[in-house]
């Protein structure tokens, strides 16, 4: 009987669909473990080998922690909303609904094709109303919240205007706008246009104009990471700084809480540092400076520093190039190079401004007051490493104890002053807070960690300056111009949003064939008349409005009266494994983190984290191929002849290449227009290509299908190589050709149970103390690296296992049947079969995993090198328990010993139990 893979593998997928094997209740009475990948986008290109390491990674350990007793629920859905789903149904002529539906049919085939143990029964589409209009609800309950800082946590708005009616908001400052003050009086006489201002500013949800990255091209607003180099990620396409109306999350008053909730979690110590980085935590002052122009003195800005105590050693100040008034207190000279170095910036994303390495700034010609020396006049520049968003977009630069900014007086020729004495020698400096200060006056002689202090009385006593805790991370903007998004269930009405009522939702995204952007940067849906006619919202929500929550849903997919369920929320709790890459190690996991605190805060769900432990994958990296063509001709030179060539070096479909030999034939079919007439310079009759490793991707033609090399070599073997690759957290690159090595081991498994004359070699006899200790030794190892995810070295063992229970001959059900348990979160079709022939009760699926044995992997002998005068001569086994005389005797009788020690006399006999024997002579 042979291994025949591919009807093996159909008919236990169509048996597990048809009989639910994978459909989890809710109502169980074993412990509960749930099993999250991180949410997919159903792309039009489909999967290629790279999407299913981390799916395959949480499908053995879903079927793992089965085995062991568990009811575990591992999900699947799609983030169907978005840019990319967008753009490709505009490239493709398409209605997004149309595309997204039939992307997800072709990811849910290949998904499928591998053969993961998804309950489909509670697959969720973002796009689907009946998801968003939880997305909705969830939003309508942010608007309608508010942060109190004393009590630290979410509360609805109507107790915050209580409290205003009672008291004011003297005991709760503004987080918009903390001028904003006001008595129970003040705010009984304000109408309802300026109370609902005010509460806008306190929402956690709430609207207002800021500074984003247009893309006149998409017609919508860019995040920071889909924009490199000034242009768009998708499609290349002008990016420019634009004012626009947005709504945003106010995530910065949860900063002190999603920092704290870092300690709470099994995430990567780099992962943890990611995030802390992100939330940007630090102490310092705010302190005002006045400005001298050639317009004499205007208003003051406010700069934000960490060491206040470096007050008398700024030498320059920077702003941030954005600021709409810094064009005001330019020079008449200055102007002209101002005006064009903000050109510049607009260009930038602000995640490049944070990366650029180069110094670049240009000098404002207006001069700011030192306002403890209000004789030193300190030049004002602007440059593209200052924010307008973080602290106040102006920084006091001290060059003589900061490597940037000494840098940047360096390049502009800025005077230092040195206020760190001896610790400053014309290089950067890094002092302790205990270094005394110089040139600082008042300060003089003082450590700097009494100067801080000092500093910030005199600044807090004179009314120019306070203490202040800053952070690095801002409210997060969540709004975009696109129509393939969830709608906002608000209206507007003379300038204040009004929430639709729930019963409303969800409110369905209207009905179109075509569109395009609205006027003056606005959404597509400022061009639909039926929806602007209501005072609808015509922005609609990002990417990851839907993927904050859908955690949550998958607990209870189908329920009409509440995004899920307390019972069902309180059972399946946190996620226990969540798997996904690092690429999401901000923006989704620190939403997903805000949204969960903020459900937690206002009772609906009783946990504050939403992951308990969290792997990332490594990437899957494109083996990519290449041809040379000699530069203007359709003459192509082999890899190895390209020395002191002009060539132009062009990606190739790896799949007409044969390891690194190019199918020259196939390769003029493959762009019939461009390549047909190709002609080739070979080296020993062959042509090679070219070979490094980058990125999979479908632009560089290095993808390979996973569909392929399931019909090829079946879905148990595509699952074990993946893993079998390396380290599932580490990238590597990907080699079709060891896949095979792979399939010879499954096919070498099938052998110990079948063979292809006798057909059936299993047996009933009773396993030897030899094959025990393969079972356990293997079972020990299994297990214990399971447990840490480390699935490759998982695949070694079975290797080992089955070599060597092979050599043994060993066919015997009680030693068989355990690996198969073993080996069915790894290769789970075969295992079903296996464990069908073998006539065991019930499903392999719902079996127990094997209980290690330490004493049957004890060794009871060793083989001991015999040496004579150091050198080994031989080998001996004995029982671990001989005495050492019976021992001697039996080395000393041994006829190779013999004939080395033959007529000389034994001077000692040196033997160290488990290790080694010795006889000098």
């Known amino acids: 009987m042979d291994y025949n893979f591919r009807d093996i593998e159909k008919k236990w997928q169509r048996h597990w669909e048809a009989s639910g094997a994978y459909t989890v209740s809710n109502d169980s009475t074993k412990p509960k473990y749930y099993v999250l990948d991180m949410f997919p986008y159903p792309s039009g290109a489909g999967l290629h080998v790279g999407h299913p390491l981390g799916y395959i990674a949480s499908d053995i350990f879903a079927r793992y922690k089965r ?78 919240s508010f ?37 129970a009086e003040d705010w009984a006489g304000y109408d309802q246009k300026q109370q609902q201002d005010i509460l806008m500013h306190y929402r956690l949800a709430y ?166 020396d209000t004789d030193k006049k300190i030049p004002i520049y602007i440059s593209e490493y200052v924010l307008a968003g973080y602290g106040t977009g102006a920084i006091m630069a001290v060059p003589c104890g900061d490597e940037r900014d000494y840098k940047f007086a360096r390049n502009f020729q800025i005077p230092i002053t040195n206020i760190l004495g001896d610790l400053f020698d014309g290089e950067t400096a890094n002092p302790t807070k205990d270094a005394k200060l110089v040139n600082s006056g008042f300060l003089n002689g003082l450590p700097m960690r009494e100067a801080m202090e000092v500093v910030i009385d005199k600044l807090t006593g004179a009314g120019i300056g306070k203490r202040k805790i800053n952070y690095r991370m801002r409210d997060a903007a969540f709004s975009r111009q696109r129509y393939w998004g969830e709608p906002f269930p608000i209206t507007w009405k003379d300038g204040v949003a009004i929430p639709l009522n729930e019963k409303e939702l969800p409110l369905l995204l209207p009905q179109v064939e075509k569109y395009g952007p609205g006027p003056g940067g606005a959404g597509p849906l400022a061009t639909i008349e039926e929806w602007t006619g209501k005072g609808l919202e015509t922005n609609t929500m990002p990417g990851y409005a839907g993927s904050s929550w859908y955690f949550l849903r998958y607990m209870d997919p189908h329920n009409t009266e509440a995004f899920c369920d307390p019972a069902a929320s309180s059972y399946w709790n946190q996620v226990d494994l969540y798997i996904g890459g690092t690429e999401h190690a901000v923006g989704h996991l620190l939403y997903s983190r805000l949204w969960t605190k903020i459900l937690y805060d206002l009772g609906f769900i009783s946990f504050q984290e939403p992951f308990k432990k969290l792997l990332n994958q490594g990437m899957i990296q494109g083996s990519s191929r290449f041809v040379y063509r000699l530069h203007g001709t359709q003459e192509f030179i082999s890899h190895g002849l390209i020395a002191g060539q002009q060539v132009d070096k062009i990606h190739v479909d790896v799949n007409i290449v044969d390891g690194v030999e190019l199918d020259t034939e196939a390769f003029k079919k493959w762009k019939n227009q461009e390549f047909a007439n190709a002609t080739f310079i070979l080296e020993d009759g062959k042509y090679i290509c070219g070979v490094e490793v980058e990125k999979m991707s479908k632009s560089k033609f290095n993808t390979v299908n996973p569909d392929v090399l399931v019909e090829k070599f079946g879905a148990d073997t595509f699952r074990m190589y993946e893993m079998f690759l390396g380290p599932v957290e580490q990238s590597k690159p990907w080699d079709t050709k060891g896949i095979e090595g792979v399939h010879r081991f499954l096919k070498k498994l099938w052998r110990l149970f079948f063979e292809e004359e006798k057909g059936a070699v299993f047996t009933e006899d009773a396993p030897t103390a030899a094959e025990l200790k393969v079972l356990h030794k293997t079972i020990q190892k299994v297990q214990s690296d399971t447990e840490r995810y480390s699935f490759n070295t998982v695949v070694s063992a079975f290797m080992v296992c089955v070599n060597e229970l092979t050599e043994l001959k060993c066919h015997k059900k009680q030693i068989l049947a355990p690996v198969l348990i073993m080996l069915t979160p790894y290769a789970p079709h075969i295992a079903a079969e296996l464990w069908q022939a073998l006539g065991e009760d019930g499903e392999v699926l719902d079996a127990q995993f094997p209980a290690f044995n330490p004493a049957l992997v004890r060794e009871s002998a060793k083989n001991y090198p015999v040496s004579i005068n150091g050198k080994m001569r031989t080998n001996m086994e004995f029982p671990l328990d001989m005495d ?19 007529g000389k006399t034994i001077k000692k006999f040196i033997f160290v139990p488990g290790k080694m024997i010795n006889i000098v002579i």
Request: aromatic share 12%; net charge negative.
């Open 207 to 372: 609207c207002g104009y800021g500074e984003v990255n247009w893309c006149e091209a998409l017609g919508t607003v860019l995040a920071n990471d889909e924009v490199v180099n000034g242009v768009s990620e998708r499609g290349g396409h002008p990016v420019e700084k634009k004012t626009l109306r947005q709504w945003y999350l106010r995530i910065t008053e949860y900063a002190d809480r999603l920092l704290e909730g870092l300690d709470s979690v099994e995430f990567s110590d780099a992962m943890k540092e990611m995030q802390t980085n992100w939330i940007g935590k630090s102490s310092g002052a705010e302190i005002s400076f006045q400005i001298e122009s050639e317009l004499g003195t205007v208003p003051s800005f406010t700069a934000y520093t960490t060491r206040p105590d470096t007050i008398m050693g700024v030498d320059f100040c920077v702003l941030a190039p954005e600021l709409d008034w810094i064009i005001q207190i330019a020079s008449v000279e200055q102007r002209p190079e101002v005006e064009k170095y903000i050109a510049y910036v607009k260009s930038r994303s602000e995640r490049e401004r944070m990366a650029e390495k180069r110094i670049t700034g240009c000098f404002t010609g207006a001069y700011a007051i030192n306002p403890f």
């Open 67 to 144: 085995l062991q007793g568990y009811n575990v629920l591992h999900p699947m859905g799609y983030d169907a909303f978005g840019l990319p789903a967008e753009q490709y149904a505009i490239e493709h002529g398409i209605h997004p609904a149309d595309s997204t539906r039939q992307n997800i049919a072709t990811f849910e085939k290949q998904l499928n094709n591998i053969g993961f143990c998804f309950d489909w029964s509670r697959r969720v589409n973002t796009s689907d109303p009946g998801y968003y209009k939880w997305t909705q609800w969830i939003f309508l309950q942010l608007f309608g």
């Open 884 to 902: 050492k005389q019976s021992l001697e005797a039996a080395v000393l009788g041994n006829e190779v010993v013999q004939k080395w020690i033959e």
């Open 147 to 183: 942060y109190d800082r004393p009590l630290k946590k979410a509360r609805k708005i109507e107790e915050l205007v209580a409290i205003f009616t009672h008291e004011g908001n003297q005991d709760y400052p503004c987080p918009g706008d903390d001028s904003i003050r006001f008595t």
